[in-house]
């Protein structure tokens, strides 16, 4: 059992089509990061979330933490093909600067 | 201006070899990495030094050991290379303390075990 799981594993769509992915745990952390890693690279980070029930946009990409902080979504609206990637959620549970990351979606936009 | 680097991109050898990787941030930063990203792309972390020290060793086989010679520098040294160690590692630093500015990675390093 991953203390992240993101679910859908794998999602392929249209360009123009909106998405929501999610990141979810039964722990409560005090922040949650979303990354994303395209082929070759390596992750890099999109947004930092603190608050129960904070909402941050970032152009086309919109990230939600729960209100128990348990969990948080990425919706992503009109995709297009560089929204193409793996996407991540992270968190430190322990305090420790031990960032763990999810289990990952792997989101392909198809032109 | 690559904030972190890191050497080779791509590494093939044969099992049972010794090989090294070698990384280096530009950024300041006091904390550095070593992740491993399977073949599923579940990214674990390995080591973290902070100033050199080390202060997160997971649960990994010592045939694989870290070296921090200054808080720019973390290398990663294998020895005895195995099938199993086939991955992508990435390298990474931070600021401890300034959590919400995330971690930084290198742009890995194929290591393929023939």
């Known amino acids: 059992t991953q203390l992240l799981e993101q679910s859908p594993q794998f999602l392929s769509i249209q360009e123009g089509e909106n998405l929501t992915v999610y990141c979810n745990s039964s722990?409560?952390?005090?922040?949650l990061q979303w990354y994303r890693q395209e082929p070759g690279e390596g992750p890099v980070l999109l947004v930092t979330?603190?608050?129960?029930?904070e909402v941050k946009k970032l152009k086309r990409l919109t990230f939600q933490f729960g209100d128990a902080r348990k969990d948080s979504s990425l919706h992503i609206t009109a995709a297009q093909p560089g929204d193409t990637g793996l996407y991540l959620c992270?968190?430190?549970?322990?305090?420790?600067?031990?960032?763990?990351f999810g289990t990952g979606t792997r989101l392909t936009i198809i032109p | 201006d690559t904030a972190v680097s890191q050497t080779p991109k791509y590494l093939v050898t044969q099992m049972g070899n010794d090989k090294s990787i070698k990384c280096e941030q530009n950024?300041?930063?006091?904390?550095m990495y070593w992740y491993k990203q399977d073949s599923k792309k579940f990214l674990k972390i390995m080591f973290s030094?902070?100033?050199?020290?080390?202060?997160i060793n997971e649960t990994v086989p010592n045939r694989f050991s870290p070296k921090s010679p200054d808080k720019a520098h973390l290398n990663l040294h294998i020895n005895s290379l195995e099938l199993g160690d086939s991955a992508v590692y990435f390298c990474?630093?931070?600021?401890?303390?300034?959590?919400?500015?995330?971690?930084?990675f290198g742009s890995g390093t194929r290591l393929t075990v023939v």
């Open positions: 990474a630093s931070s600021q401890v303390g300034r959590t919400g500015f995330g971690y930084t």
């Open positions: 722990s409560v952390f005090s922040s």
């Open positions: 979330v603190v608050t129960g029930g």
């Open positions: 992270a968190t430190t549970p322990f305090g420790n600067e031990k960032l763990t």
């Open positions: 950024l300041g930063h006091d904390t």
């Open positions: 030094y902070n100033n050199k020290e080390l202060i």
